[in-house]
Nanobody, 125 residues
Framework: QVQLVESGGGLVQPGGSLRLSCVASVSISNFYTMGWYRQTPGRQRELVAGIDIGGRTNYADSVKGRFTISRDNAKNTVYLQMNSLKAEDTAVYYC???????????????????WGQGTQVTVSS
């Protein structure tokens, strides 16, 4: 059973930073792509950032230049560093893992194989 456990969410003021972490119960080398998604009430879950096993990354236009995704295969952990946060970044953030799909495929809407339980990020003054 694959488990993805997110942490690091919380309340932050506009312009602030947060770093989300996602620890997997198995080696993330098993997954071609790891990603972070977010969802707000009434909207579809959207891919925020993805990173493949070769370190290639893909970002939603709304977060380019502000968010950075990274993976530490030795720690079975994926990170999402979020800087210059805005109110519109408020959402539940989910970690995801795809066995064979690449970042471009996920960006086109293909579902990942596994999801975490989500962590709330609230950007507000």
């Amino acid at each position: 059973q694959v488990q993805l456990v997110e942490s690091g969410g919380g309340l932050v003021q506009p312009g602030g930073s947060l770093r989300l972490s996602c620890v997997a119960s198995v080696s993330i080398s098993n997954f071609y792509t790891m990603g972070w998604y977010r969802q707000t009430p009434g909207r579809q879950r959207e891919l925020v950032a993805g990173i493949d096993i070769g370190g290639r990354t893909n970002y939603a236009d709304s977060v380019k230049g502000r968010f950075t995704i990274s993976r530490d295969n030795a720690k079975n952990t994926v990170y999402l560093q979020m800087n210059s946060l805005k109110a519109e970044d408020t959402a539940v953030y989910y970690c995801a893992a795809a066995i064979v799909a690449g970042t471009a495929t996920l960006a086109k809407g293909a579902p990942p194989n596994y999801w975490g339980q989500g962590t709330q990020v609230t950007v507000s003054s």
